[in-house]
């Protein structure tokens, strides 16, 4: 089993910046593929971001690309995404995701364990 807990959500203006955190515990959480998806109000859950164990393979979302980097710190167990140039269409609760091994995949049926989800509003 792999626990996973979102935090760094928040409100923020268009423009401006946040870092999501996923921190992660359980077996051998280092050896997941880590992702982000996101849920907005009255929409379908989108992948948004995933990167493999090691980091060498990501993958992002178009509507997200240039503008969010995912990275993960494997010695302490953690994913974040972080987030630039934030326009409203972001606002959404997003989630974290974790698959055992080293496929890179947007699918959410991939992803065995989520996250309770970190609310991020942006104010236009």
């Known amino acids: 089993q792999v626990q996973l807990v979102e935090s760094g959500g928040g409100l923020v203006q268009a423009g401006g910046s946040l870092r999501l955190s996923c921190a992660a515990s359980?077996?051998?959480?280092?050896?997941?593929?880590m992702g982000w998806f996101r849920q907005a109000p009255g929409k379908a859950r989108e992948f948004v971001a995933a990167?493999?164990?090691?980091?060498?393979?990501?993958d992002y979302a178009d509507s997200v690309k240039g503008r969010f980097t995912i990275s993960r710190d494997n010695a302490k167990n953690t994913v974040y995404l972080q987030m630039n140039s934030l326009k409203p269409e972001d606002t959404a609760v997003y989630y974290c995701?974790?698959?055992?091994?080293?496929?890179?995949?947007?699918?959410?049926?991939?992803?065995?364990?989520w996250g309770q989800g970190t609310q991020v509003t942006v104010s236009s």
């Open positions: 995701a974790a698959r055992p091994g080293l496929g890179v995949w947007a699918e959410m049926v991939r992803y065995d364990y």
């Open positions: 359980g077996r051998t959480s280092s050896t997941y593929t």
């Open positions: 990167i493999s164990p090691g980091g060498t393979s990501i």
